[in-house]
């Protein structure tokens, strides 16, 4: 079945850097790479998500690419803010089996102010 | 619209006792699932469903049943509860499955003594 694999587990960066979480997959048939935010104790929430027939995909301080042919997917967040601190998690989803979502195993994102 | 809904939001089990954890969405999905995610891990699928009447096992279904009598609602059932079970509950829905946003519930934290 498909593997999700995230890195790095931790990312500390300094108010006004980039950050970059990459992630990479297993199954060739993934078509689907969305990005959740999960503040603590909070429900996760989408923030953006791309699909296989695109390579790249922004919405403001925030992007993300895809290489099809490495089976991998990066978040880029430009500009970082203190609220940008929370774990994020990407996922892979395999068309026609029901949506299923599999999550990698999160990155804790703390940005200094 | 409500969203996803999830209750309760906390319960303390006991080993060997059973519950319902209740999961109601308002807006038509097709598409429901079951998640946990253990401290500090991303998240497992435990079921689906892709419809009413019908529902299929995810990564982690072992101690834990469903059902889906109705379009808006997907109870997870927990028979004889074990430590091991101990984790915060996400339901979440999406409308057609593959390729769209899944909107995650509140969560339920569940402790087993």
């Known amino acids: 079945g498909e593997n999700v694999e995230q890195h790095p587990s931790t990312l500390s960066v300094q108010e006004g850097d980039s950050a970059v979480i990459k992630c990479t997959y297993s199954d060739s048939a993934s078509n689907y790479f969305p990005w959740y935010k999960q503040e603590l104790g909070k429900r996760p929430q989408l923030i953006i998500d791309?699909?296989?027939?695109?390579g790249e995909k922004k919405d403001q301080r925030i992007a993300v690419t895809l290489n099809k042919t490495a089976k991998h997917f990066s978040l880029h967040i430009t500009e970082t803010q203190p609220e940008d601190s929370a774990v994020y998690f990407c996922?892979?989803?395999?068309?026609?089996?029901?949506?299923?979502?599999?999550f990698g195993q999160g990155t804790e994102l703390s940005v200094k102010p | 619209n409500a969203g996803v809904t999830q209750t309760p939001k906390f319960r303390i089990l006991k080993i060997g006792q059973s519950m319902t954890l209740q999961c109601a969405q308002d807006?038509?999905?097709?598409?429901m699932y079951w998640y946990r995610q253990d401290p500090g891990m991303g998240l497992k699928l435990i079921y689906y469903?892709?419809?009413?009447?019908?529902?299929d096992k995810g990564e982690v279904p072992n101690g834990y049943n469903v059902s889906r009598s109705t379009t808006e609602d997907f109870p997870l059932r927990l028979e004889l509860a074990a430590p091991s079970q101990t984790s915060v509950y996400f339901c979440?829905?999406?409308?057609?499955?593959?390729?769209?946003?899944?909107?995650f519930g509140p969560g339920t934290r569940l402790l087993v003594l």
């Open positions: 807006m038509n999905h097709n598409y």
């Open positions: 469903s892709v419809g009413a009447g019908i529902t």
């Open positions: 791309i699909r296989s027939n695109v």
């Open positions: 996922a892979a989803s395999i068309n026609n089996q029901g949506g299923k979502l599999i």
């Open positions: 979440a829905s999406s409308y057609r499955g593959s390729v769209e946003t899944q909107y």
